[in-house]
């Protein structure tokens, strides 16, 4: 078992690389009442085509087809998984995104037990026709719901809006036509490729005794037998570096208009840089869109946001875009305006004052995201999936440059990139 301190975070991570491939993590925080543990394999919506263990030939399967997946593992032939979870006093999720599918849990009791459900119900598959077709009803049922948030429509539109052919355009729980399609053949060719443990990340954080817990973990896989795997061959279509579609427009009934501006980046592959452009990207869109930023502040001082105005920023490991906008009574003055304001990025500089202060106060989050045991697990799990070790990310953010900050501002943003997608209430008929 490895053992790496952290001087500046004053934590100890404990790792060991299992025979089987699995990598396991623990960071013991005996201060915590609570342990949290999450289990994770590198597949996320977006991984829909792609060479199955032991055969020759790419094979593309049905858009939510992960998603789906997610959902059927915790179904088995005589009960509910969540059943076993919560009679051992644990609260059990899962999640799926475009590029990981998760199952964690938390609890301050019977962690042992609580560790090895997680780690056999994810290990053992079941799948039957008769689940699967129940399970369409329900996930369908899931989609339309979502197709009726506005919320929700404008997000995967600016996406939409985007991307020429890259799957992460696609709802991650697919359309209720696409998952008609899927067999639990599917289900099974997918499962038996990507959730093989060698593609597969256990973390797990609290109040635990460390030793006891690998050699746990250790023992429950070694009774288990798993194919031998090779590096998984996924397959993606070209993607331009523009945008598919400047500008779009969707009715819904709605009161209030929404107006998302995407800014949308040429990232083919993981780089050396991807932790310092990942910081950037959030820094700067904080830094200017905030509440108490000069962007956000001339758009509220024009009546052109209100409080549900928000940014994200998504770096994936072979797509990056950002989305900003929000609830708007004008929403084409909005738009004009966002992108008037982006087009000054390439022609700005930041202070050596303001970048300070930028760094500080994402030093400041950081720090305070290290005392969430889910915020330590999933961001750790993100970056190690992308080869990156999230407990060095302070490290990076120190090493930042005001050179390397304005740099990124400057060849951030162009007309190419950009693109506006508006969610208008919906016309009344003639």
């Known amino acids: 078992m490895n053992k790496h301190y952290y001087e500046q975070l004053k934590e100890t991570l404990y790792s060991k690389h299992l025979a089987n491939g699995l990598q396991v993590y623990l960071l013991p925080k005996q201060e915590m009442s609570k342990t949290f543990a999450i289990f994770a394999t590198d597949y996320g919506s977006i991984d829909q085509s792609f060479t199955p263990i032991n055969q020759n030939d790419s094979i593309t399967v049905p858009d939510g087809i992960a998603h789906f997946l997610e959902h059927k593992l915790f179904e088995k032939e005589d009960r509910d998984v969540f059943q076993d979870f919560t009679k051992r006093g644990a609260s059990a999720n899962a999640f799926t995104s475009f590029t990981k599918t998760a199952y964690l849990f938390s609890a301050t009791e019977e962690i042992e037990s609580n560790v090895e459900t997680l780690i056999d119900f994810v290990q053992d598959p079941y799948f039957s026709d008769q689940s699967v077709e129940k399970e369409k009803g329900i996930i369908a049922q899931e989609i339309r719901m979502y197709d009726d948030q506005p919320d929700w429509r404008s997000f995967f539109g600016t996406i939409g809006n985007m991307y020429h052919n890259h799957p992460v355009q696609i709802d991650i729980a697919g359309t209720v036509d696409s998952i008609q399609a899927i067999t639990k053949e599917d289900l099974y060719t997918c499962y038996e490729t990507f959730y093989h443990p060698s593609n597969m990340i256990l973390f797990i954080s609290g109040n635990f005794q460390v030793e006891h817990m690998m050699e746990l973990i250790e023992t429950n896989q070694k009774k288990k037998t798993f194919q031998p795997l090779s590096e998984i061959e996924r397959t993606f279509p070209s993607e331009p570096a523009t945008v598919a579609e400047r500008h779009k427009i969707l009715e819904m009934p709605v009161s209030v208009s929404k107006c998302m501006v995407g800014i949308k980046e040429d990232l083919q592959q993981v780089n050396d840089d991807f932790m310092k452009q990942d910081l950037l990207a959030d820094m700067l869109l904080d830094?200017?869109?905030?509440?108490?930023?000069?962007?956000?502040?001339?758009?509220?001082?024009?009546?052109?946001?209100?409080?549900?105005?928000?940014?994200?920023?998504?770096?994936?490991?072979?797509?990056?875009?950002?989305?900003?906008?929000?609830?708007?009574?004008?929403?084409?003055?909005?738009?004009?305006?966002?992108?008037?304001?982006?087009?000054?990025?390439?022609?700005?500089?930041?202070?050596?004052?303001?970048?300070?202060?930028?760094?500080?106060?994402?030093?400041?989050?950081?720090?305070?995201?290290?005392?969430?045991?889910?915020?330590?697990?999933?961001?750790?799990?993100?970056?190690?999936?992308?080869?990156?070790?999230?407990?060095?990310?302070?490290?990076?953010?120190?090493?930042?440059?005001?050179?390397?900050?304005?740099?990124?501002?400057?060849?951030?943003?162009?007309?190419?990139?950009?693109?506006?997608?508006?969610?208008?209430?919906?016309?009344?008929?003639?």
């Open 287 to 430: 830094y200017f869109y905030s509440k108490s930023g000069s962007y956000y502040q001339e758009l509220y001082e024009q009546d052109l946001i209100d409080d549900s105005f928000s940014f994200e920023s998504n770096r994936e490991k072979n797509f990056a875009f950002s989305i900003l906008g929000g609830n708007t009574m004008k929403p084409d003055q909005l738009a004009d305006a966002i992108k008037k304001q982006l087009d000054q990025w390439k022609s700005t500089s930041l202070t050596d004052a303001s970048f300070e202060r930028m760094k500080r106060k994402k030093t400041g989050e950081i720090l305070s995201s290290m005392n969430s045991l889910e915020s330590i697990a999933q961001q750790f799990i993100h970056y190690k999936t992308l080869g990156f070790d999230y407990f060095e990310l302070l490290t990076t953010l120190e090493q930042l440059t005001i050179e390397e900050a304005n740099s990124f501002l400057q060849k951030w943003v162009s007309q190419d990139n950009l693109t506006v997608f508006q969610v208008m209430p919906t016309k009344e008929k003639e």
